[in-house]
């Protein structure tokens, strides 16, 4: 039965994130983020006591059991208000797939940590030249005594300085989808890790395996057979990303209509002329309809679905409105939007990042047209 | 959270189904027209499709489906949700769901007609034994309805209406007006103009044909001269029209064919499929796949839109805002979705119905012209922005 409204449990926690984070994280402190200053402890503390940490992960390991929707809802504030930090690395990319994929032995050592705020995740895939396709992974793990060794660079890889673990995907076999996935201790050794100087700041790294050993017992899922993995990893990821994106979007039309509302110009609200109205009214048809995306996507996630189409629309079209309602913005800002003294910078970048992350929008809309049939 | 159907639902999507493979002619797909959100193509409103048009209805009639929407009290199943589905499975089969008789007239009867009046129409129109064309536009009065020049003067048991209407959708094959006219001229703005039903075959009324852009005769000019309209065939209150109106729009703007939508990407997406250019297929083309999955991811979003909007009216929620979105981001889509079918259809696009080398029976090309009018009739694009800004978020008028 159709229903387009939250549970009374998925207002809550929308509401109590956005009040915390309007508190907790102010764009202040998002700015000193950005210029590399370490995400506070005490924060990511207070993160986890709210139960963030653990919202998905089962109750059996120390988490409330939430749901993926859940999960989205609450990406939609931390967006509203671009806090960084490595909620999304730890839970998207490491949490949820050790809960999928992981052995009893692997889930019992790792999930309880995570919902206790005591393990960051992350996900190293990407490598230089190489970007969501199987076959361009060259990152090599052979066989050494009854473990492996890793070599290899991997890129854009969030979160790796602070990482406990690292999710790293790795060629075992010739074949083209014959990829592994290894949880590594970061501080195994072989391991260099390098920053990245990002658009946004946001700690991404490039991570280089030199000959880094690694038990078999830490393989996630089967050997040679991770390529589905970490499809699925990437594919849930697309739809939080989402989230935060349409989050950051409606933070965007927030701001620049308190603005248009106060600001004069020829004895009049910029709020009142037709052109601007109409830069509002397209900010929110973008908004309202790339939301339905990305939710239905995380419905049907939640629900066990199939969510290949859905999730690859969101994602196509997600981050594309984010920058058509990011510049609509600048517009109505005018010059004071563009200086660094604003706010808007901040959400312009990420406009951008999101966009490329995880895969662009021509990628996506490759995907769906896979999906059509083509 | 839930974009499921029940299965009550999913039950009459298939009976729907049913009915359309069962009651369109085997020739149907031939000869339909319908660009989505386009009203220069809507089915029915060609003069050579009325006597079909009008047994459709009454076989519609039979089901209770032209009442879908409406309060149970008056013999609907209430739910919206059920009526969109049916329009979007007829819109599919590019085949009229209903009438401005049923998609408009009859919910608003239901909420401001005497229950006089709800007695003796709600039930016809329900039947589909009658057709109604809007008589809102004037030559000088088209977003702007409260300057509408239309006059009724009481006279007696009946008012006496004089002026000129335009853009009048389907007036030559519908049985009455839902007119507005002006009954008030001194009255304050939006407070002087009132709904009534005037029977096409009054005397004093003239239709004339205007042929669209498409070379379809789908709208009219009407003329009325001295025509006397019973006082019981009021709408609601005298002189509170306008807010009838803006009661109606909510309906009408879930008028966008979203079934019209998914039709054509399927067809054209079976076009790529086999159609070659230079001698590789249309759909191995990286622009041309990128170009069609675009469009379908807005029409996914224009579904979202749609279904959105019907939920909200059976949660007893006006839809004003929604209403708005849906109608502003389906037409403006249509006129997209026409241009990219135009490139991917390339020179062949040019070609009309009838040519030999037509693809897709000349639809595209059609459409192309008929997306023009979505932007602009039931509200431009404009007024939908204007309403979404000062109603929706409260930006200040002046």
């Not at chain 1, 949880?183 to 050794?189: C, F, Q, S, T």
């Not at chain 1, 990893?233 to 106060?262: F, N, P, W």
Request: charged fraction near 25%.
């Amino acid at each position: 039965m159709m229903n387009f409204d939250l549970t009374e449990e998925q207002k809550l926690l929308k509401e109590s994130a956005r009040n915390f984070l309007s508190r907790e994280c102010p764009r202040d402190l998002v700015r000193t983020l950005e210029e590399g200053k370490e995400f506070p402890p005490e924060l990511w503390r207070k993160m986890t006591d709210l139960g963030w940490t653990g919202l998905i992960i089962p109750g059996e390991y120390g988490g409330s059991g939430g749901s993926f929707l859940d999960l989205a809802i609450l990406f939609e504030e931390i967006g509203y208000h671009i806090c960084p930090g490595p909620l999304f690395t730890t839970v998207v990319l490491g949490a949820l797939p050790v809960m999928a994929w992981g052995t009893p032995e692997q889930k019992e050592d790792i999930l309880p940590k995570i919902a206790g705020g005591e393990r960051i995740m992350t996900l190293a895939v990407d490598e230089p030249g190489a970007y969501r396709r199987a076959s361009s992974i060259t990152a090599k793990a052979s066989t050494a005594g009854d473990g492996f060794v890793i070599d290899g660079t991997k890129l854009f890889v969030p979160d790796a300085d602070r990482a406990d673990l690292l999710l790293c995907a790795a060629r075992t076999g010739a074949d083209e989808e014959e990829i592994t996935l290894f949880i590594v201790e970061k501080d195994a050794p072989g391991i260099t890790i390098t920053p990245l100087q990002t658009l946004a700041g946001d700690r991404q790294f490039e991570v280089v395996f030199n000959g880094v050993p690694v038990k078999k017992e830490r393989i996630l899922g089967e050997p040679d057979r991770a390529w589905p993995i970490i499809e699925d990893i990437h594919r849930k990821a697309t739809v939080i990303l989402c989230a935060e994106m349409i989050g950051g979007a409606q933070a965007v039309m927030d701001m620049s209509l308190e603005y248009a509302r106060e600001r004069t110009q020829f004895n009049r609200p910029i709020g009142s002329f037709q052109a601007i109205q109409h830069h509002f009214a397209n900010m929110l048809a973008d908004i309202s309809g790339s939301r339905y995306l990305f939710l239905k996507a995380a419905w049907k996630i939640s629900e066990g679905r199939d969510a290949s189409m859905d999730a690859a629309m969101a994602k196509a079209r997600v981050g594309e409105a984010y920058r058509r309602v990011t510049i609509l913005g600048h517009q109505i800002f005018g010059g004071i939007g563009f200086t660094k003294e604003h706010d808007m910078y901040l959400y312009h970048e990420r406009s951008m990042t999101g966009d490329l992350k995880f895969g662009g929008a021509d990628l996506h809309r490759a995907r769906v047209a896979e999906e059509l049939g083509l | 959270m839930n974009f499921d159907f029940s299965e009550e639902e999913r039950s009459f999507r298939r009976e729907v189904e049913e009915f359309a493979k069962a009651e369109l002619p085997p020739d149907w797909d031939e000869k339909a027209l319908y660009w989505p959100a386009g009203y220069g193509t809507l089915p029915g409103l060609e003069e050579e499709f009325k006597e079909f048009h009008d047994e459709l209805l009454l076989k519609l009639g039979k089901r209770g489906w032209l009442s879908i929407g409406w309060p149970s009290e008056y013999g609907g199943m209430n739910s919206m949700v059920k009526h969109a589905i049916l329009d979007d499975v007829m819109s599919y089969h590019r085949a009229p769901p209903g009438d401005v008789s049923t998609a408009i007239g009859g919910p608003t009867i239901a909420k401001v007609a005497s229950d006089e009046m709800k007695r003796e129409w709600l039930p016809r129109i329900a039947r589909g034994e009658l057709r109604f064309w809007l008589g809102y536009s004037e030559p000088n009065a088209g977003s702007d309805l409260a300057s509408i020049k239309t006059r009724a003067v009481d006279d007696g048991d009946d008012f006496v209406v004089n002026g000129q209407k335009i853009w009048s959708s389907g007036a030559h094959i519908a049985d009455y007006a839902w007119l507005l006219a002006k009954t008030d001229p001194g009255a304050p703005k939006y407070r002087g103009e009132t709904i009534m039903l005037v029977d096409n075959r009054s005397p004093g009324i003239t239709i004339r044909p205007l042929e669209n852009i498409c070379g379809i005769h789908s709208f009219n000019e009407v003329f009325f001269d001295d025509v006397r309209v019973p006082k019981k065939n009021v709408v609601g209150n005298v002189n509170q029209g306008f807010y009838s109106v803006m009661l109606a729009l909510q309906y009408e703007r879930l008028f966008v064919g979203v079934g019209a939508f998914r039709r054509i990407l399927d067809e054209l997406v079976a076009y790529v499929k086999e159609t070659k250019s230079n001698g590789r297929l249309l759909a191995d083309d990286a622009l041309v796949r990128n170009k069609l999955a675009s469009m379908a991811i807005e029409i996914e979003v224009v579904s979202g839109f749609y279904w959105r909007t019907a939920w909200l009216m059976d949660q007893g929620t006006i839809p004003d805002l929604e209403s708005s979105m849906l109608k502003l981001f389906g037409t403006e889509l249509s006129r997209t979705l026409a241009g990219v079918a135009m490139e991917i259809l390339g020179p062949a696009g040019q070609l009309k119905r009838g040519s030999k080398w037509a693809p897709l029976r000349g639809l595209v090309n059609l459409g192309y012209m008929d997306s023009v009018s979505g932007p602009i009739g039931a509200g431009t694009s404009e007024v939908q922005r204007g309403i979404i800004a000062t109603r929706g978020l409260g930006l200040p008028r002046k």
